[in-house]
């Protein structure tokens, strides 16, 4: 971030403020949550940061102390001041879309990569989707970004007649959900997700889509969606970084029905 830049956010958060330490925390922390720099970015040297705001270093480690208390930060000795990776949380009892779920990490959603093709159901995704081997399917593949950073690869296959390619082109944008293109289509709402979870290694392709190294734990979800009537209406597959996305699910019991 430049020094105007710096600067320009302190005196954005500096007005009406009695303490020097907290503008100056508030204003690196501004920074960090504009994007300025991304989780797990290094910052600049103190001698530097301290330049562009034209504060003390010591009120600058004061101020990095408290985003280091409020886990914005993370100082590691020797090695320098870096944002701290915070997860995104995909949480399993709700059902909701990649876009939403990165949205609700406080990250801004991006769309990467995105590859079209109409497809012959196999007998695997048609016993799925309720469809008959050889039935068309449009496949939408895309690389799920949160501030431009590669989070997750997606490949969704729905059956052609609430599909075709033409309308799929509306997904290449930053901030489309295929929830809402279905719904805004064919009124499709879905109500319940049925899904599979496990761990994989990133192939060579899935490494260069994601940018992390071969081998590298990844979170697989297979998910099959059903309308209210219980037809199934779509059929995802997804690849997710797993130092950037965490999975939280409520489990109930066993309370008083448990022998001792």
Known sequence: MSSSDFLEALSDVK?????????CADAIAAAITAGAYS????LPAEAQMASNLRVSRATLRDALRQLQDRGLIVRRHGRGTFVAKRPIRKDLNRNFGITAMIRSGGYRPGTRGLQLRDEAADRELAQSLGLAPGDPVTVLERIRLANDRPVVWSSDAVPRRLLDLADAEAMSGDDASLYGLLYKLHQVTVYRGVAELSPKSATASLA?????RRGAPLLYIKQVDYDGSGTPVLCSVEYHVSDWISFTLERVGP???VEP
């Open 15 to 23: 007005s009406g403020r009695v303490s020097l330490t907290q503008s």
């Open 39 to 42: 989780p797990g970015a290094q």
């Open 208 to 212: 260069s889509l994601l940018q992390v």
């Open 255 to 257: 309370g008083a029905a």
